[in-house]
């Protein structure tokens, strides 16, 4: 220590007084009676005594009343075995200044000495903004629990009204099933009865109209119960191993004429590969999207084809039509979203073949998906496919890794197994 600061500080005992005095908590010491013998600046600052009117004073002056019988019984409990220990520990302790009012403290106590000259030395430290803070703490919790239980309530609600609706629409659509498909057929035959009888006379175009309304309500009762029947479990998909070249014919020979009629090129390519999937359902997610392909290419060709890549089969379903903007790509699976009907004129369908393939493919442990879709990319042409899933155990080997075929943009690459689409 240098020199000045020796002269300024004294001896030893006069720096340990004076480190005393500044300490930031209030600090007393008490001797065996009870007495206070020592305050520091601290202490009178905090409890609003003079610094002489507090040397003398029974250590219990400084807290409420009530307190004060029980602390003489601790204070002779604590001589008879002294130690380094927080005052109450797990208890609420309260300070009383001058004027009376009361205040939360902490208190630490240590023993100096020993014997006949056993003192203690008390740390005293007011805690009200601690537990203000604590307090505050408390209430926003308690109230953030309050608004979490009350939205909780109001999402079970939610949740039961949801479930109740639900439920009437599923009975609605079973009924439908049954008591609306016979008058449909009933407008059916009159349909095709007034067909005939107006053939080649001025009334058929508008004939061909009602049979176009027709034709588009019956697919969008069928479709319906379609979806009513997969959520409820009515259908109960059975997955095992069939060769791809049990279906690929069928919808080469379905589609044909669609595609011939506007002058579109057909390409589903024969495989030998083996899927794991259900026969009967996977038919329909490919129908959909070959449907759908068809119906939006004006131009060029559609093409079917399968790949590999390790164990993994995917089937693609590519068409060369305009592509599908970025800013649509994520709603493609929507139910009644289509890009191209903003006035939702049911001439051009309903917009449920993709949902219908996607909660197939929910249903079979598939999935469907646009390549570009969650990307930043503008690119709507691009044909890369990059992921894909394990269809079945006795698939080929691996055969390839890319596409060869480049068609311009609308493509859905499904995994498990991956099927690539036509856009909706």
């Known amino acids: 220590m240098p020199a000045e600061s020796t002269v300024f500080w004294g001896s030893p005992a006069h720096f340990a007084r004076w480190a005393l005095y500044a300490a930031p908590d209030a600090i007393i010491i008490v001797d065996d009676a009870g007495k206070i013998r020592y305050a520091n600046a601290q202490l009178s600052a905090l409890f609003g005594y003079t610094p ?103 999402l079970e609600a939610a949740k039961n009204a949801a479930t109740r609706a639900n439920a009437v629409k599923s009975r609605f659509l079973a009924a439908a099933s049954h008591d609306l498909r016979q008058p449909l057929q009933t407008i059916w035959t009159l349909q095709a009865a007034l067909a005939r009888a107006f053939k080649d006379t001025e009334h058929a175009p508008h004939i061909a109209l009602l049979e176009e309304a027709v034709r588009n309500m019956d697919q969008m009762l069928s479709a319906l119960i379609d979806i009513n029947r997969l959520e409820q479990g009515a259908i109960h998909p059975v997955i095992r191993d069939f060769p791809l070249a049990d279906i690929l014919p069928r919808l080469r020979s379905e589609f044909a004429f669609a595609a011939a009629n506007k002058s579109l090129t057909l390409d589903i390519e024969n495989s030998a590969r083996v899927a794991r999937s259900d026969p009967m359902l996977l038919p329909v997610i490919l129908r959909n999207l070959l449907g759908n392909a068809i119906k939006y290419t004006q131009h060029g060709s559609i093409c079917l084809r399968t790949r590999m ?35 939702q004129d049911q001439r051009q369908g309903v917009g449920q073949g993709l949902s219908i393939v996607q909660t197939i493919c929910k249903h079979l442990g598939h999935d469907v998906y646009h390549p570009l879709a969650g990307r930043r990319s503008d690119r709507r042409n691009s044909a890369h496919v990059e992921r894909i899933a394990q269809v079945g155990s006795r698939a080929p080997a691996r055969e390839g890794h890319r596409s060869a075929y480049r068609g311009r943009s609308r493509r859905f690459p499904l995994y498990g197994p991956a099927v690539e689409a036509g856009r909706v």
Do not use: W
């Not at 307190?67 to 208890?91: D, E, I, K, T, V």
């Open 309 to 343: 890549h390790d164990t993994q089969l995917c089937i693609d379903v590519v068409d060369s039509g305009p592509g599908i903007p970025h800013e649509h790509l994520q709603r493609l699976f929507e139910a009644f979203y289509q890009i191209d009907n903003p006035n």
């Open 52 to 154: 002489d009117g507090i040397i003398g004073m029974a250590v219990e002056g400084l807290m409420p009343q009530r307190f004060r019988a029980q602390h003489a019984a601790h204070r002779l409990s604590y001589l008879r075995n002294p130690r380094l220990r927080p005052m109450g520990a797990g208890m609420q302790l309260f300070g009383q200044r001058s004027d009376g009012a009361e205040f939360p403290v902490e208190i630490s106590l240590s023993p100096l000495g020993a014997g006949t000259d056993l003192q203690v030395i008390c740390v005293i430290r007011d805690v009200t903004h601690r537990i203000l803070n604590e307090q505050t703490r408390l209430k926003s919790q308690e109230e953030l629990e309050a608004r979490v239980a009350e939205r909780t309530r109001e």
